[in-house]
C-alpha cells in the first residue's frame, strides 16, 4: 500500500474511485446505472466545477 493510500485512510479521505463505486452501488435500475455511469463519465466526480 502506498504512503498517500494509507495517510488517506487514517484520515478518512475517500478516494474518487471509492465514491464513484458507491455512487454506482446506489442505483436501483439498468437505467438508473447507465444514468450514472454518464454522469460520471461527463466529470461528476472530477473535482472540476464550472461555474459561470
Do not use: W
Not at 474518487?16 to 463519465?41: A, N
Amino acid at each position: 500500500m502506498k504512503f498517500t493510500d494509507k495517510l488517506r485512510n487514517a484520515l478518512g479521505v475517500e478516494s474518487r474511485q471509492s465514491r464513484e463505486r458507491r455512487y454506482l452501488e446506489q442505483s436501483v435500475s439498468i437505467s438508473d446505472l447507465e444514468r450514472r455511469q454518464h454522469e460520471i463519465d461527463r466529470g461528476l466526480f472530477s473535482g472540476a466545477r464550472r461555474v459561470y
